[in-house]
C-alpha cells in the first residue's frame, strides 16, 4: 500500500475550475467532492455518504448544501448532516469529513490531515506573482500516468535537460555541466549555472542580447509536492553569477503536484517571469512550455510502465542522483514520523476496542 504524507496542502485543482457546481477529485487515493457555495467560498467534503456510501458527487446542490443522490441527506459546508428526509431528529453524529482550503497563486490547495493543523500561512507563495512589473501566465492541469514522486525526482534534476528538451529549454553544451545541491529541512535545492553559452530557445527575442549568456537554473523543490524552477539568462560578463540580475531575463516554472494515486499524479504549472504580459509573447511561451512538459510526460510514463513491469528492479545510481535520492528521503521521513505519531491514538483505539 502507498503511504503518503498527510499533514500537508496539496494543490486540488485550478481556482478557476471551480463553481457552484459540484465536482470530482481525488488526492493520495482520497475521493473528494468540491463546489463553491453561494458566498464563492470552496467546500470540499469526502465523497463518501454515511449512510449506505453512495458518492456525494453523483448528487444535486440545495444551496450550500449538498444533497446525496440516493436517499436524499444533506449535508452543510461543514459535512455536518443537516436534512434526513422522512426522519426530523437529525443525529450530530451523521458526517462528513470537511477538508481545509486555501486559494493563493490561483490555485485551490487542500489539507489532507488533521484539519487542527491546517495552517493557511504555511501554503506556498512566490512574492513575485503579485509584483509590478512581473506577470504570469497560467498553464495546464497535465495528466501523468506516473508516479508523483518520479514527478518530483524530474523537477529536481537538470540533468535531463539537455535530453529531453532540446528544442525549448536547451541546447547542446548542457549536459556537461556540474550539478550541485543543498538541502534544507523539507527543502531540497538543485542547481547549476551554464556560462558563456547561446540563448535557450524560449527565450530567443525576449531581450535585445547579442552574443553568448550566462545561464542559470534552480530547482526549488518543497516536499512533497512543490517545484520552483527559477531559471534566467543575462548576457555573459554582467555579473549574473555573483548575483547582478540587473539585466535579465527571469522565470519560474512552478510546478503544482497532486498525487492521485500510485501510478497517477496531475501536474499543475504557471509561469511567473519579470517580462510583462504580451499576446504574442504568452502564447509562444505557453506553447514551449507545453511541449516541454509534455517531452517529460512521455518519459516519466514509459518508466512508470517499466516500474510495474519490473517492481524488483535495482537502478543504477549515479552522482547526479543526490539531490533526488535525498528529496525521497525527506518524504519517506515525513511520512515515518506521520505514521510513528498516530501510533499511541491507535493503540489506545485498539486498547478501547475501537479500532480493529
Ligand atoms: S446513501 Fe446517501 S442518503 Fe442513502
Ligand atoms: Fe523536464
Redesign the pocket.
Same mark, same amino acid.
Given at each position: 500500500m502507498t503511504q503518503y504524507i498527510h499533514n500537508t496542502w496539496y494543490p486540488l485543482t485550478w481556482a478557476r475550475n471551480l463553481e457552484q457546481s459540484i465536482s470530482r477529485h481525488r488526492v493520495i487515493e482520497e475521493d473528494i467532492v468540491a463546489y463553491r457555495d453561494t458566498k464563492g467560498q470552496v467546500v470540499a467534503l469526502r465523497d463518501l *455518504?454515511p =449512510?449506505?456510501?453512495?458518492p !456525494?458527487s453523483i %448528487?444535486t446542490l440545495q444551496g450550500d448544501a449538498i444533497q *446525496? %443522490?440516493? =436517499? %436524499? !441527506?444533506r449535508f452543510n459546508c461543514t459535512g455536518q448532516c443537516v436534512h434526513v428526509p422522512g426522519q426530523d431528529r437529525i443525529p450530530p453524529s451523521i458526517r462528513v469529513h470537511a477538508y481545509p482550503t486555501w486559494e493563493n497563486m490561483g490555485m485551490v490547495w487542500i489539507w489532507m490531515g488533521d484539519p487542527a493543523l491546517a495552517d493557511e500561512t504555511a501554503i506556498y507563495d512566490l512574492p513575485e506573482y503579485r509584483k509590478d512589473n512581473y506577470s504570469y501566465i497560467e498553464g495546464d492541469s497535465l495528466r501523468l500516468e506516473a508516479n508523483y514522486l518520479n514527478l518530483a525526482d524530474n523537477l529536481c534534476d537538470p540533468s535531463h535537460v539537455a535530453f529531453v528538451h532540446t528544442t525549448t529549454l536547451s541546447n547542446a553544451n548542457h549536459g556537461i555541466v556540474p550539478v550541485h545541491h543543498e538541502v534544507e529541512g523539507s527543502k531540497v535545492t538543485t542547481w547549476r549555472w551554464i556560462l558563456d553559452s547561446p540563448i535557450i530557445p524560449i527565450f530567443r527575442g525576449l531581450k535585445n542580447y547579442q552574443g553568448n549568456v550566462d545561464r542559470w537554473h534552480y530547482y526549488h523543490y518543497y516536499a512533497p509536492c512543490i517545484a520552483i524552477i527559477d531559471f534566467g539568462s543575462a548576457p555573459t560578463g554582467q555579473g549574473a553569477p555573483e548575483g547582478d540580475r540587473s539585466n535579465c531575463i527571469q522565470m519560474w516554472a512552478c510546478h503544482f503536484i497532486t498525487p492521485v494515486d500510485k501510478d497517477t499524479c496531475i501536474q499543475h504549472w504557471l509561469l511567473v517571469k519579470n517580462i510583462p504580459s504580451d499576446p504574442d509573447i504568452d502564447a509562444t511561451l505557453l506553447a514551449g512550455l507545453r511541449t516541454a512538459f509534455n517531452e517529460d510526460k512521455l518519459v516519466l510514463e514509459a518508466i512508470q510502465k517499466n516500474e510495474n513491469k519490473y517492481p524488483d528492479f535495482r537502478r543504477t545510481r549515479l552522482s547526479i542522483d543526490a539531490s533526488t535520492l535525498k528529496m525521497r528521503r525527506i518524504v519517506d521521513k515525513i511520512i515515518e514520523a506521520e505514521i510513528a505519531l498516530a501510533e499511541p491514538e491507535t493503540t489506545e483505539l485498539l486498547a478501547r476496542g475501537i479500532a480493529q
Open positions: *455518504c =449512510h449506505k456510501m453512495a !456525494l %448528487g *446525496c %443522490g440516493y =436517499h %436524499g !441527506l
